[in-house]
């Protein structure tokens, strides 16, 4: 399995330090550097090159998007490197800047997730690879908050497309969602293709566009539905 290369941005020691000790039981992860604020996490990014940056979101010096705004200028000076931002907020508005240029190479999980060290870890893996991850909670909230609304799109999908939807909101590739379903890859491009369609979304995005535009979608149907404000 080929290493992963990672630098790992915390300001927190006993979370950073909990972090390390987790990742050091994988083989495939290799953190190559610590950071604890914006410009040590840049530095580390131009002097070690990894694969993927794991990041907290609130850092120095000013505790509000640091990770966020690492993730923009990456994508300009460093498109080839994916980030993981870990947060104990489950806010939509990180999720969508997060992904706003695109989904690829990019995950969103929420600190509670370094419990499960293996999703941790399969995030990282995925990331690597170009692939996405949205935390479920953050998709689900989405959905529910969307469909409360009693002029919602969502109403003109099956329950079956409703759980679709959150799927590839969340990253998933057609052939996880159809091992997770147990169903056929060409079911799934059929319930994809509906979904798309129903929702008025571009059917021929690629999926880390389509990851994008889902959430954004997703967003503006629960806006003034109750979806909690950045705080």
């Known amino acids: 399995m080929p290493q992963i290369r990672v630098v790992l ?4 020691d006993l979370l950073r330090a909990g972090v390390l000790a987790l990742l050091e039981a994988y083989d495939d992860i290799d953190v190559v550097a610590t950071a604890t604020s914006l410009p040590e996490l840049l530095t580390a990014v131009d002097e070690h090159r990894p694969d993927v940056l794991l990041t907290d979101i609130r850092m120095p010096p000013d505790f509000t998007d640091e990770g966020i705004r690492a993730a923009g200028e990456l994508r300009r000076t460093h498109p080839d490197i994916g980030v993981v931002a870990l947060t104990q907020y489950s806010d939509v508005e990180y ?13 969103y999980l929420l600190k509670e997730r370094v419990a499960d060290v293996d999703e941790l870890v399969a995030a990282l893996r995925t990331v690597a690879g170009g692939g996405s991850v949205i935390d479920q909670i953050v998709v689900d909230a989405l959905v529910a908050t969307s469909t409360r609304r009693r002029d919602s799109l969502l109403d003109r999908l099956t329950p079956r497309e409703l759980e679709v939807l959150g799927m590839v909101a969340r990253g998933m590739t057609n052939a996880a969602i159809a091992a997770e379903l147990v169903i056929t890859d060409r079911a799934v491009e059929k319930h994809v293709s509906s979904i798309l369609t129903k929702l008025d979304l571009p059917s021929d995005a690629p999926v880390h566009r389509r990851v994008a535009a889902t959430l954004v979608f997703l967003s503006e149907a629960g806006v003034g539905g109750g979806v909690a404000p950045r705080r």
């Open 9 to 12: 941005a915390e300001d927190g």
């Open 95 to 107: 999720a969508l800047d997060l992904v706003r240029d695109g989904s690829d190479g990019r995950g």
